[in-house]
């Protein structure tokens, strides 16, 4: 995934990278593939085809790993929502900061760039 200006830009070739890994975090959308990866993690990201450095992000839940490797956030929230994180957690790991700074900074209007 390209890097502009500490955003990540989902382009042509990191959804390609990320295809498998983008794939499986969408299907966690159903409650039995949930239950199934749940069941055992490494063997559903195996069905899915994850290369051994998108298993082992998604085993560890290394969130920027995950988007260094092709992921899309809106993918990756899926399998953030399967461990009861929220969208502002995630938001708080990739910024450095806690889920209660997160918030308040996005209360605040959000960071601003100079």
Same mark, same amino acid.
């Given at each position: 995934?390209?890097?502009?200006?500490?955003?990540?830009?989902?382009d042509?070739?990191?959804?390609?990278?990320?295809?498998?890994?983008?794939?499986?975090c969408?299907s966690?959308?159903?409650p039995?593939?949930?239950?199934? $990866?749940?069941?055992?993690?490494?063997? =559903?990201?195996?069905?899915?085809?994850l290369?051994?450095?998108?298993k082992?992000?998604?085993?560890?839940?290394?969130?920027?790993?995950?988007?260094?490797?092709?992921a899309?956030?809106? =993918?990756?929230?899926?399998?953030?929502?399967?461990?009861?994180?929220s969208?502002?957690?995630?938001g708080?790991?990739f910024?450095?900061?806690?889920?209660?700074? $997160?918030?308040?900074?996005?209360?605040?209007g959000?960071?601003? $760039?100079?």
């Amino acid at each position: 995934m390209s890097k502009v200006r500490d955003n990540y830009v989902l382009d042509v070739s990191a959804g390609r990278r990320g295809y498998a890994l983008n794939r499986m975090c969408g299907s966690l959308t159903d409650p039995e593939n949930r239950r199934r $990866f749940l069941a055992d993690e490494a063997a =559903y990201c195996d069905a899915y085809g994850l290369s051994p450095e998108q298993k082992r992000a998604i085993l560890e839940r290394d969130w920027t790993a995950m988007l260094d490797l092709g992921a899309s956030i809106f =993918y990756t929230v899926k399998l953030a929502m399967v461990d009861k994180k929220s969208v502002q957690d995630l938001g708080a790991v990739f910024t450095g900061m806690t889920t209660e700074e $997160f918030t308040a900074t996005m209360r605040a209007g959000g960071r601003r $760039f100079g």
